[in-house]
């Protein structure tokens, strides 16, 4: 069965500080894709990144950066830098191969104080 | 591009009362979900349309039940409201619906008194 956990509920910060949120997955399937999503205070997810099984290769977009490892199932979402406009609940979720449906975690709150 | 679009955005309703929303998505994409987050529950998969065929469904009760349309609109209903069906309700679409990224409506805020 899926399952993403987050275990961090809550994370304060102060801007400028760097910040990583972790996610954990499970999946038995072989092929299958990791995301996050923010959820800023007026609700909508926002899509920041789609990554498949059979690419571990570190990304980097300006102050974001994910470090996928599948020896350790885990998916983890680093915000270099933070600034305010950073807090919101930021959800790791998991689709298995040709499958459309997510499967979320609980998501993590993250509040950058100026 | 607009984005996906979501109505109404607020309902309020009464237990037993049944509710339609709709979602229209980005144009062009054929994949539409629905999912449905609580502050208990979290985010949770309702179904997904393609191509105006359902081809997954979430461990929701009957009562939830929705439909696309040839234009790959979407519409969700739910009938005999619960309180327990008081939550954000997400609609999602993508461009051809294997994994690809889903990008998210505004959501419609249901409310159960």
């Known amino acids: 069965a899926q399952k993403v956990t987050q275990a961090q509920t809550e994370i304060s910060v102060v801007e400028k500080e760097d910040v990583t949120l972790d996610c954990v997955y499970e999946t038995r399937d072989t092929t299958y894709y990791l995301f996050w999503y923010k959820q800023p205070p007026s609700g909508e997810l926002v899509f920041l990144i789609r990554r498949n099984s059979f690419d571990e290769q570190n990304e980097i977009s300006g102050r974001y950066s994910w470090n996928f490892q599948k020896s350790t199932s885990s998916f983890n979402f680093t915000i270099t830098a933070s600034q305010v406009v950073d807090s919101a609940v930021y959800f790791c979720?998991?689709?298995?191969?040709?499958?459309?449906?997510?499967?979320f975690g609980k998501g993590t709150k993250l509040t950058v104080n100026p | 591009k607009a984005g996906v679009t979501q109505t109404p955005r607020y309902l309020i309703k009464t237990r037993g009362q049944q509710v339609t929303l709709s979602c229209s998505p980005i144009?062009?994409?054929?994949?539409v979900s629905w999912y449905q987050q609580t502050p208990g529950q979290g985010l949770q998969f309702l179904f997904e349309y393609f191509s105006e065929t359902q081809r997954n469904k979430g461990n929701f009760p009957g009562r939830f039940s929705g439909r696309q349309f040839s234009n790959s609109r979407s519409e969700m209903n739910v009938s005999t409201l619960e309180l327990g069906d008081s939550a954000l309700y997400l609609c999602?679409?993508?461009?051809?619906?294997?994994?690809?990224?889903?990008?998210f409506g505004p959501g419609t805020r249901l409310t159960v008194t």
């Open positions: 979720a998991l689709s298995e191969g040709g499958s459309e449906k997510l499967v």
């Open positions: 144009s062009g994409h054929r994949s």
């Open positions: 999602a679409s993508s461009l051809a619906g294997y994994s690809y990224e889903q990008y």
